[in-house]
């Protein structure tokens, strides 16, 4: 792609804010604690794995206040967990597997624009397959979400379920589930933020063993 000079000196002049304010933070985080780089250098030990949307509105650390090293994160269009997605699946397994997270956050957020797309009749290119899984949620509930009074409504009513259904697909991975055959405490909970007023809701749908997930994806690694 061609570029012109003023384009080349306005790119340069974003990218140079960038790495200033790079600057500022890494200065402001060590005043604040002279060792903490020092300390994440050698480990990190995050309690918590984020699956979020990557939704620029929506950045983890920043809404549960927490710093690099506490929340392992996984980010992608609308927040889907779906087992035949390898970058997905890897984050869940080392997550689990190596840093041993004792929770599972699947948060999405109101209004979310992958969710809109997918309730949209409309083709929306090479994404269209990724609103397919979406598209599978909305037309599982589609009875309680035809009811809903608005369009507004019926959206935000679709990115819960949708946050619903993610979370039951993180229980059924067999990564999760070997994780609770061995005894592992494990608990994998589905939350929604409001970009209105910024707070994070919990949809109280928490999974914390097999018991809580169909038989069919049970996994018993003596047979
Ligand atoms: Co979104």
Redesign the pocket.
């Known amino acids: 792609m061609q570029m012109d000079i003023n384009d080349l000196n306005q790119d340069d002049e974003e990218m140079a804010k960038l790495f200033e304010n790079n600057k500022l933070w890494a200065e402001k985080v060590r005043r604040e604690q002279p060792d903490f780089f020092e300390k994440l250098t050698h480990q990190q030990h995050p309690e918590f794995l984020w699956i979020g949307?990557?939704?620029s509105r929506?950045p983890a650390n920043e809404i549960v206040n927490m710093l690099p090293g506490e929340l392992f994160v996984h980010r992608n269009?609308?927040n889907l967990v779906l087992p035949g997605d390898l970058n997905c699946m890897s984050v869940l397994y080392y997550a689990v597997e190596v840093l041993q997270v004792k929770h599972i956050l699947v948060c999405g957020?109101y209004g979310?624009?992958?969710?809109s797309a997918a309730m949209s009749n409309r083709s929306h290119g090479m994404i269209d397959g990724w609103l397919h899984n979406i598209k599978n949620v909305y037309h599982k509930h589609h009875q309680q979400l035809d009811l809903a009074a608005t369009e507004e409504q019926r959206l935000d009513r679709l990115c819960e379920l949708n946050v619903i259904e993610q979370v039951a697909n993180v229980s059924q991975t067999p990564v999760v589930q070997k994780a609770w055959g061995r005894g592992n405490p494990l608990t994998v909970h589905g939350v929604i933020y409001s970009i209105r007023d910024g707070i994070l809701k919990d949809l109280d749908v928490r999974v914390t063993g097999v018991q809580q997930t169909p038989r069919s994806f049970h996994i018993h690694d003596d047979e």
């Not at 979310?112 to 969710?115: D, I, L, R």
């Open positions: 949307c990557s939704d929506v269009v609308a957020h979310c624009g992958g969710v």
